[in-house]
C-alpha cells in the first residue's frame, strides 16, 4: 500500500478521490498536520470552491509555507492547481508561488459558457511520466471558471472559447485542472502514474 497525503484544504468533496486511490491499492490520508504531509511519500492538493478562502484555510493551518518546501511529488488538482500558482485574477489573490502564472477568468462565448463544465478532449503538449499510458486528446472531466494560461510549465491544453493549460509541471509539482478522479480511464491512469513518481 502506497501512503498518499492528501492536504485538508476544506470544502473539498474528497469522497470521490479517497475511492479512487483505494481502487488503485493506494493508501491516503486526509490530513492537515504539518509533519504528517512533509514525511508523505507522495502528497495531493485538491481543492474546490474560490481561491481566497482556500489560501486563507491554508493559512491558518499553517500550510503554506510547508506546501512551498515539499521535495516529494505533489499533484495539485482543480483548485489545488490554481493554488500551487502565482497568483488568481479571482479576488486578485496571492498564492502559493509554486508554478509561475496567474490563474485568468475564462472567457464565455456562444456555446462556451463559465463556468466549464463536462468533458474535454485534453492534448499533450510534453513528455512527463504523469502521461504515460495516456493517449492523446484523451477526455478528462473539468469544472472551473478560472484557467492558468499557456506557458513552458504546460503538459498538456485543452480548449474552452479558448486554449488553457490542462495539465502543469514545475520540479516535483504537478497540477491538473480536471478531476482525475471523475475522469474514468485515463483519469485513473493519470492517478496511477502519480502514485508510482519517485517509487
Known amino acids: ?17 479517497l475511492f479512487a486511490l483505494r481502487r488503485l491499492q493506494t493508501k ?14 507522495r502528497v495531493l492538493l485538491p481543492g474546490v470552491g474560490a481561491a481566497k478562502d482556500a489560501m486563507g484555510r ?6 503554506v509555507d510547508v506546501v512551498r518546501d515539499l521535495k516529494q511529488p505533489v499533484l495539485g488538482i482543480c483548485l489545488g492547481m490554481q493554488l500551487l500558482c502565482d497568483g488568481s485574477e479571482e ?11 496567474t490563474a485568468e477568468k475564462l472567457v464565455a462565448a456562444s456555446g462556451d459558457p463559465v463556468p466549464n463544465m463536462g468533458w474535454c478532449a485534453t492534448s499533450i503538449a510534453a513528455d ?15 469544472l472551473h471558471s478560472y484557467a492558468l494560461p499557456i506557458s513552458d510549465n504546460t503538459l498538456a491544453t485543452a480548449r474552452h472559447a479558448n486554449e488553457f493549460s490542462a495539465i502543469v509541471g514545475h520540479r516535483n509539482f504537478v497540477a491538473a485542472q480536471f478531476h482525475p478522479e471523475r475522469s474514468s480511464t ?5 492517478l496511477r502514474n502519480f502514485v508510482g513518481l519517485g517509487a
Open 1 to 17: 500500500m502506497t501512503e498518499v497525503a492528501i492536504i485538508d484544504s476544506g470544502g473539498a468533496n474528497i469522497a470521490s478521490l
Open 28 to 41: 491516503a490520508i486526509l490530513t492537515s498536520d504539518a509533519d504528517v504531509i512533509r514525511n508523505a511519500p
Open 58 to 63: 491554508l493559512t491558518k493551518a499553517g500550510l
Open 91 to 101: 479576488e486578485n489573490v496571492e498564492c502559493l508561488g509554486i508554478i509561475p502564472g
Open 128 to 142: 512527463h511520466p504523469v502521461l504515460e499510458r495516456i493517449e492523446d486528446k484523451s477526455f478528462f472531466y473539468y
Open 186 to 190: 485515463a483519469g485513473a491512469q493519470l
